[in-house]
């Protein structure tokens, strides 16, 4: 293979603001692209001298160019579900509600099934439903006015407790719900006047028992079997719109530690056969928490995945897939993770949490892992979580050492210093998002307190500790702006507060690498992509400002002018037209 700088480039970005996120982070004003991949890096007359006959030469006049975002936790196929469905928009009244639906009632033949998003999504969830001109939930005689003739079925946002999900009466009659029928820990069935249900349910689980029909939560392993799950075809379809969305937030690859369902997985690897996937995925395989209680099916899926999915997975620099995620306790968001001390729970009593897997199983389970060379991701949100998770972590260790091999740990809002000195030991990456406080501040505030909630989520603490931590978005919101401007802002959403000590402060460098390079890393495509280098990918945002040197609050406003996957747009306003 001729040496880079001897290759004639096929496209040449110049007269930008290029920051590359390599060891010294220059900033340079040109970037040349040949078979995909970046042949020079520079200033833009030593870029264009470079051009021949065939080279393509954009003027980007002064826009900004960085890497291609990571999201090393997107939930893209679940975002691609939501906008595949119908949203009501924050609606002010029910009547907003019935409109949407009368809408699609057209639209869809009568008796079938229609499936909407919840009322309103976080974090404007958290004001529902007194923000509606009636300070009530739309019941299943309102939805009986919009659509008498079809099924009809409002989703509960997934990290609200609680989370109203809500039918109407021919739903309710298909699913055969009545006053006697019984309800599982942790969900409320309204009752009206007349004794019988209203058409509200009321969950403070995670995950949610009432159903929400994606390809992560499907119906059938939930209350309500009845409500159908996507198709084959609508997964795929969801899949697309999800990449597209992303797309047009500079966003070129993913790290799916949550891993990904099965109906999923098969989209993925048709839209991948199809040359249709623009954005580079990598996911781990999903344990479920069933499985914990149900030992030998854990093992036969650790075995399972071994032959396929073991050392740093299986796949090419599109579609990757290797290790086990787990799940060990529940969502901060509701009031639900474990705790080291008691707090305010979602039920409004003081409690530490949940935490699914019993800790000697969990240690077996990891144990097994290491010895089937399968690497190892972990959702551990509160601080006693952290603490058992990276004990387990210690443990295997001493008989198999898993540094190097890229043990990660998830959300981790509430991690301590030795947490932090553990993972730097352990070369454990940490995954987590300051959307969590955007969303979410005002429950943090209430459940763990001023002290806990301003250092909660402390991207500052890991780096200083020598810790690879990665930005994501959690699936909402997915504009990376807001996103690259939490990390900065620390805002809480419903009170406009600032949620952080000094201590947790960042540079806007450190922030763009948290985004970039360090969700690379997560992703064992570092060495490929995150960074503008020679011999990478040319995975490249052009950003319509410089989001490193403009005042804080204007990055929101700042538009992904393109996206390039491997010197490719996947999209464009216009500038590569």
């Not at 590359?20 to 833009?44: C, F, K, L, M, N």
């Not at 975002?79 to 928009?89: E, I, Q, S, Y």
């Not at 869809?108 to 300070?135: K, M, Q, S, T």
Request: proline share 7%; charged share 20%; hydrophobic share 40%.
């Amino acid at each position: 293979m001729a040496e880079p700088s001897a290759v004639t480039p096929d496209l040449i970005v110049h007269n930008a603001v290029v920051h590359t996120v390599d060891p010294q982070d220059r900033v340079a004003e040109a970037v040349a692209i040949a078979s995909g991949r970046i042949v020079g890096v520079g200033g833009s007359a030593e870029m264009l001298a470079r051009a021949g006959a065939g080279t393509r030469r954009i003027d980007l006049q002064g826009a900004t160019v960085v890497p291609g975002f990571v999201d090393a936790h997107p939930h893209l196929d679940s975002v691609g579900a939501r906008l595949d469905k119908p949203a009501f928009g924050n609606p002010d009244s029910i009547e907003q509600v019935l409109a949407v639906i009368r809408a699609e009632a057209a639209r869809v033949p009568a008796g079938e099934w229609i499936v909407c998003n919840p009322v309103a999504e976080e974090p404007e969830a958290l004001r529902y439903p007194d923000r509606l001109a009636e300070r009530r939930w739309p019941t299943r005689h309102d939805l009986d006015r919009a659509a008498p003739a079809h099924r009809v079925y409002i989703e509960p946002p997934s990290l609200v407790a609680p989370g109203a999900a809500i039918m109407n009466s021919a739903a309710m009659a298909a699913l055969g719900i009545g006053p006697d029928t019984p309800m599982p820990e942790g969900v409320r069935m309204e009752l009206g006047p007349d004794g019988r249900p209203n058409g509200v349910f009321l969950d403070y689980n995670f995950p949610k028992k009432v159903p929400i029909v994606d390809g992560g939560y499907r119906a059938e392993t939930s209350l309500f079997p009845g409500i159908p799950p996507l198709s084959p075809e609508r997964t795929t379809r969801a899949v697309a719109s999800g990449l597209r969305a992303f797309n047009a937030t500079g966003v070129t690859a993913i790290y799916e530690g949550h891993g990904i369902p099965a109906g999923p997985q098969r989209a993925y690897l048709d839209l991948w056969q199809r040359g249709e996937l623009t954005v580079r995925t990598y996911f781990v395989i999903s344990y479920p928490p069933s499985h914990y209680r149900d030992l030998e099916k854990g093992r036969d899926l650790i075995e399972h995945t071994s032959r396929y999915a073991a050392g740093d997975g299986f796949g090419d620099h599109l579609l990757r897939f290797g290790g086990l995620g787990f799940s060990f306790d529940s969502a901060a968001a509701m009031g639900a993770c474990l705790m080291r001390e008691p707090y305010l729970g979602a039920l409004g009593r003081p409690w530490n949490g949940v935490q699914l897997p019993a800790d000697d199983a969990f240690q077996d389970i990891l144990l097994r892992c290491a010895r089937a060379g399968l690497r190892v991701q972990v959702q551990c949100s509160g601080g006693a979580a952290i603490d058992k998770v990276l004990a387990a972590y210690r443990a295997v260790n001493r008989e198999i050492p898993i540094r190097g091999k890229r043990w990660t740990i998830q959300h981790c809002q509430f991690p301590s210093a030795q947490n932090m000195a553990d993972c730097r030991e352990l070369g454990v990456i940490a995954t987590t998002t300051t959307n969590f406080l955007w969303l979410y501040g005002s429950v943090y505030l209430r459940s763990f307190g001023e002290a806990l909630s301003a250092d909660a989520i402390p991207f500052r603490s890991w780096l200083d500790a020598g810790v690879t931590v990665c930005q994501c978005t959690d699936g909402r919101p997915i504009d990376t702006m807001r996103s690259f401007w939490q990390m900065l802002a620390r805002r809480d959403a419903i009170t406009g507060r600032r949620l952080s000590s000094p201590a947790q402060a960042l540079t806007r460098q450190e922030a763009l690498r948290a985004y970039t390079l360090n969700g690379a890393m997560a992703a064992f495509w570092d060495r490929d992509i995150g960074s503008i280098e020679t011999g990478k990918f040319a995975d490249l945002a052009v950003l319509s400002q410089d989001i490193l040197s403009v005042d804080q609050d204007a990055i929101p406003d700042t538009r992904v002018l393109a996206t390039l996957l491997a010197g490719q747009p996947v999209h464009d306003t216009g500038v590569f037209a």
